[in-house]
Structure formats: structure tokens, C-alpha cells
């Protein structure tokens, strides 16, 4: 149980697209999902919380209006990098919680982003 | 600031030996701890999960939890080349935010 998936796995884009990762939490209802950056060989960085319903919660220095977070259902929430640019190109990784009761985050296998 | 340590190693140790890797953590409140495995290139696995002093076993890990000395560690016993990645340990104040305060890791190298 608790299985997460991102999807696509890997992008390669061009400089000023967009692109949006998708999070899935497979067998139960994630009311909050998490999403992290990590550059190689760094350790992971939150970038924002998400609640289902609700505007996500964003860290210190991370743009909201960059990097859009969207929590619409239980088992989806999805993050658009817009108008990306080289140093955007990072491994992003989802988190989700089963519920308000737990604490335990389960994460998604990542998604690999290049931005050429 | 609210802040979890670990020695980032490189920790070596030969295969069949029990591996130690440790935690500290300054949030006194703190009330949830998480040890998860990350291997090169992939995302973070949990291991084991702690939430009240003593040991807590599972196959061959132990995660061992000191509140009063706001440390926790992680014993991996006869260790395998396979366990060799590395180790996060993450700490979670349920007063407070809902996030998760990681360390930096430590990287574990089990050598055959």
C-alpha cells in the first residue's frame, strides 16, 4: 500500500515552455501532497505543501507565480514550472500523506526535468 | 531554526558488519522520526518510522530514539552491498507545521 506516482518520469524541454508533472497517490487519499527539488548530489528542498482544496503553501524563495501547484482531488496534484529556463532543470519529487491522522510521507519516483 | 544533523560520511563498512548512522535533531518539541533510504538517481524509500523512546526493530534495521538526548540512529545489521545509498533521517513536530525537516544524509557504502 501507500503508492505514489509522478508522472511523466524524465522531460526534456526547451527554454520558456511549460511543463507539468502530475502526482498521483494510487491507493489512498492523499488530503496533502508535498513537493521537493533536488539538484544532484544535494540534499532535498521543499518547495511548497499542497492541501487538497486549498492554495498551496509555498517555502521562503521558491515563486509561486514560476512554479503553479494544483491539489484539485484527493489523489491528484500537479506542478507547472512555467516559461523554464536552464537552471530550473532539476529532479522533482512529490510527497504524499494518507491523511490528518499520520505524518508519514510516501513519495513518487520523480520526475527529471532538462531544460535545454 | 529547526534543524536535523547527520554526518554526511562517506561511511564505509565491510559487507556483514553493522552499519550506525545517526541523527540529531534541535526541535525539542519534535514528536515523529523517519529514516528513509535513497539510492543514486531515485527517490527517497521509507525505512522505519519512530515515535517513542527505545528501539523499534524491523528485519534488519533498528531505528533506537533518545528524546531527552534529541537523537536517533539507525543500525543496519549484517549489512549488504545493496544497502549501500544514502540514509535520510527526517523529524516531524506535529505542534507545529505538518512538514518534514530532513537532514543532509549520510552516504553508506557497503563494501563485498
Known amino acids: 500500500g501507500a503508492v505514489v506516482s509522478q508522472h511523466p518520469s524524465w522531460v526534456i524541454c526547451k527554454s520558456g515552455t511549460s511543463v507539468k508533472i502530475e502526482c498521483r497517490s494510487l491507493d489512498f487519499q492523499a488530503t496533502t501532497m508535498f513537493w521537493y527539488r533536488q539538484f544532484p548530489k544535494q540534499s532535498l528542498m521543499l518547495m511548497a505543501t499542497s492541501n487538497e482544496g486549498s492554495k498551496a503553501t509555498y517555502e521562503q524563495g521558491v515563486e509561486k507565480d514560476k512554479f503553479l501547484i494544483n491539489h484539485a482531488s484527493l489523489t491528484l496534484s500537479t506542478l507547472t514550472v512555467t516559461s523554464a529556463h536552464p537552471e530550473d532543470s532539476s529532479f522533482y519529487i512529490c510527497s504524499a500523506r494518507e491523511g490528518p491522522s499520520t505524518d508519514t510521507q510516501y513519495f513518487g519516483p520523480g520526475t527529471r526535468l532538462t531544460v535545454l | 531554526q529547526k534543524e536535523v544533523e547527520q554526518n554526511s560520511g562517506p561511511l564505509s563498512v565491510p559487507e556483514g558488519a553493522i552499519a550506525s548512522l545517526n541523527c540529531t535533531y534541535s526541535d525539542r518539541v519534535s514528536q515523529s522520526f523517519f529514516w528513509y533510504r535513497q539510492y543514486s538517481g531515485k527517490s527517497p524509500e521509507l525505512i522505519m518510522s519512530i515515535y517513542s523512546n527505545g528501539d523499534k526493530e524491523d528485519g534488519r534495521f533498528t531505528a533506537q530514539l533518545n528524546k531527552a538526548s534529541q537523537y536517533v540512529s539507525l543500525l543496519i545489521r549484517d549489512s549488504q552491498p545493496s544497502d549501500s545509498a544514502t540514509y535520510l533521517c527526517?523529524?516531524?513536530?506535529?505542534?507545529?507545521?505538518?512538514?518534514?525537516?530532513f537532514g543532509k544524509g549520510t552516504k553508506l557504502t557497503v563494501n563485498p
Open positions: 527526517a523529524v516531524n513536530n506535529k505542534g507545529g507545521s505538518e512538514k518534514l525537516v
